[in-house]
């Protein structure tokens, strides 16, 4: 058991004493000398806590981004007396709401358990790993350095990125301007060999699609309505939903920031789609990024370095081995897992689990392809689907110009029609509230949101639908409904 | 955290020890020294004060207003550690009239170091102050500790709590620490009776002795050592 400096002071005085008590033969001083002493092997004799033990949870959490969790602890304490620090580490993204991930417990000659809970706000999508909790037993006068430890707890939390349901209109008098896509077939479509899911029994469904044994299992609970198996069905609606992931989306503090809200945003509207039998593809670009290849890559950098404000951009080549080099930062970024931020166009609560998995452990410029070149590796999935494209981005000046070129390419894959059907909805997450502190920065962003509301709509085609979403102002659902006009 | 357990215990103590000291230092043979020098001081300046004021009343004031003073800066400072160093200079000269090597002779100063009480109060007063200064100190500590536990964001009432717990402690262990120490004194002069027939019978009986302290000097040594080296090595580890 290693000394303090404290105990050490004791032992000091002591000898202090005693020297004195020697010098002058005044037995007294030694006496006095010796009680510090005695003090120290009294106190050392009682120890430390020896022994502490926290049950390993070994499980999995999953909750949606902002929900408050409930983190609950048993440590228990054998051995010696004194008290125990305890000190879990929280991930960054997580707001302490209720209760304290510091504990000081005092523990006496007898065994201690020590309960403790607190709750936590998690503020970012993500999948967060809990290792460990720390300890520090300290003893009960400080006379022997604490001991310090770490008791392995296992926990994970999956933050899932949370979305807004969309409901149906119920209203026939109602109408809602949120477009469908172009093929749209009836709901009772030719059934596929494709299971969805299992469901109640509903009249006119088929005695064939009873499934008898779900039927038998939930006899007992549910009120004797058999279940049926249900198929998904053929000639599906392309949905297409493109994000983007460039650094402007950073718009914004490091929690709420607008490229938070394009993936709440993303995940709403997949979650809509999918639920009206349409094939939904998911992809995330990157506007910033740029193609060249190998060789020019160099000369690009070089150009970069060197300060020329305007390096001269090659053609796109069609080439694989191509290197991404983002504009801003001048970094080379390997195509090769690029594409895993493609989902071709999948129906069912799948596809909705695979984009939830996607957006999860997405993250700024996560993607080296802007959204031209995601339109080449995809295009043999869009080619006569008639899709409905879904932009989900953030307007800026410099990046018009850009956006009406990628918009004509997104044209090329839609049949043009006589009516006025639209084909193209753009999200427009405006950042500037939330990244604006006081009531100046908060005049300029009303200014900045007028003025990019304006850039749009002179520059979008007719058939493009705007859905310009301030957080700060509107939640998503919000903003949906006011696209619903009485007939 | 001011007006909780610890905190009135520290300043019981600190007056506790003060008194003491005090009451030490006026039953010195020093101070009656010194109030004699005064008296001779005040009996040159103006005629008739020495009737009004006695040295020794001048002398017991001063002190007393000069611990209530210290006492009330280390409250202020919420730090008592200083004035133990004052108690313990004022319970020197009583305490060192004990001494029965008295080194004071060769400077003609034997007289100022002469007992004036029994040995036994002096002895009981000198624990009495290290007793104090012992738990007074650790509960300092265990007070800068939870302070610094504070403003990490433990609440108050936890840190309260740990720290009523620790002067409990504190106390307990000085208490019986002082019973020990008083059951040591009484058995070593009862085992000094007993055991001197023994020494006699030893022969070399003085460098017997020697060698078996000098052993126990250097066995204490060797356990420091292996502990400070033991220590350094797991730091070095982590």
């Known amino acids: 058991m290693p000394l303090t400096r404290l105990s050490l002071s004791l032992v000091a005085s002591a000898f202090t004493f005693i020297l004195f008590g020697m010098l002058f033969g005044n037995m007294p001083l030694i006496y006095i000398g010796a009680m510090p002493m005695i003090f120290l092997i009294m106190v050392l004799v009682l120890g430390q806590i020896e022994t502490v033990e926290l049950k390993p949870l070994n499980e999995v959490l999953e909750v949606y981004k902002d929900d408050v969790v409930e983190l609950q602890r048993t440590v228990s304490c054998r051995g010696g007396l004194g008290f125990i620090v305890l000190y879990e580490e929280m991930p960054s993204h997580f707001e302490l709401v209720e209760g304290e991930n510091l504990q000081i417990h005092f523990k006496s000659l007898k065994d201690l358990e020590i309960d403790f809970s607190f709750k936590v706000r998690c503020t970012r999508r993500g999948v967060y790993e809990i290792a460990n909790v720390d300890y520090n037993v300290r003893h009960v006068l400080e006379v022997a350095s604490p001991r310090k430890g770490s008791l392995p707890i296992n926990q994970s939390i999956v933050v899932k990125p949370r979305y807004y349901k969309l409901k149906k209109i119920r209203e026939h008098q109602q109408r809602s301007f949120l477009p469908m896509p172009a093929e749209a077939q009836i709901r009772m479509g030719v059934p596929t060999t494709n299971f969805k899911e299992l469901r109640e029994y509903t009249v006119g469904d088929s005695y064939k699609q009873i499934n008898w044994k779900a039927t038998a299992r939930s006899i007992l609970t549910a009120a004797g309505v058999p279940i049926v198996n249900e198929y998904e069905k053929e000639g599906r609606r392309v949905v297409w939903i493109f994000l983007n992931s460039s650094q402007r989306m950073a718009l914004g503090n490091s929690i709420s920031n607008s490229f938070e809200y394009a993936i709440q945003a993303a995940l709403s509207l997949a979650e809509f789609y999918l639920d009206r039998q349409c094939m939904v593809g998911f992809s995330v670009y990157n506007d910033d990024a740029v193609l060249l290849t190998k060789q020019y890559s160099k000369q690009f950098l070089q150009q970069l370095y060197k300060g020329q404000s305007t390096p001269v951009l090659p053609d796109l080549a069609s080439s694989h081995q191509l290197i991404t080099v983002d504009q801003e930062h001048a970094k080379l970024i390997d195509l090769s897992w690029a594409r895993q931020y493609n989902l071709f166009p999948d129906t069912g609560r799948k596809q909705l689990y695979k984009i939830r998995r996607i957006l999860q452990g997405a993250g700024l410029r996560v993607s080296g392809y802007n959204l031209r070149q995601t339109l080449k590796i995809t295009r043999d999935h869009l080619k006569s689907t008639n899709p409905l494209f879904i932009v989900i981005t953030t307007i800026h000046p410099d990046k018009i110009m850009s956006l009406q070129e990628d918009i004509r390419e997104l044209q090329r894959y839609v049949k043009q029609t006589r009516t006025s059907r639209k084909n193209l909805i753009l999200v427009n997450i405006s950042g500037y509230m939330l990244s604006s502190r006081d009531e100046p920065e908060q005049e300029a962003s009303h200014i900045l949101k007028f003025e990019e509301r304006e850039l749009l709509h002179s520059v979008l085609p007719e058939s493009a639908t705007v859905i310009n979403w301030d957080p700060t102002e509107f939640s998503f659902t919000n903003v949906l409904l006011s696209k619903v006009k009485t007939r | ?238």
């Open chain 2, 1 to 238: 955290m001011k007006a909780d357990l610890s905190y009135i215990t520290q300043i019981a103590l600190t007056a506790l020890s003060s008194a003491f000291a005090i009451l030490s230092f006026l039953n010195s043979s020093l101070y009656q020294f010194a109030s004699q020098y005064f008296d001779t001081l005040l009996y040159n300046i103006p005629q008739g004060i020495t009737g009004i004021v006695k040295s020794n009343t001048i002398i017991e004031y001063a002190l007393i207003l000069f611990f209530l003073l210290i006492i009330i800066i280390d409250i202020y400072k919420e730090n008592f550690a200083y004035i133990f160093r004052y108690n313990i200079l004022l319970f020197l000269p009583e305490a060192l009239s004990c001494s029965e090597i008295n080194f004071f002779n060769f400077l003609n100063l034997s007289p100022l170091f002469q007992p004036r009480r029994e040995i036994v109060l002096i002895f009981i007063t000198g624990l009495i102050i290290v007793t104090c200064y012992n738990i007074v100190t650790f509960i300092s500590t265990g007070r800068e500790l939870m302070r610094n536990y504070s403003s990490k964001g433990v609440r108050s009432e936890v840190t309260s709590f740990v720290l009523s717990k620790q002067t409990k402690y504190s106390l307990l262990l000085g208490g019986a620490t002082l019973l020990v120490t008083i059951l040591i004194v009484i058995f070593n002069s009862f085992s000094s009776v007993l055991l001197s027939p023994l020494a006699t019978v030893v022969p070399y009986k003085y460098f017997f002795y020697s060698a078996l302290s000098i052993a126990f000097i250097i066995m204490g040594l060797f356990f420091f050592l292996y502990d400070k080296l033991r220590a350094s090595g797991q730091r070095n580890f982590r």
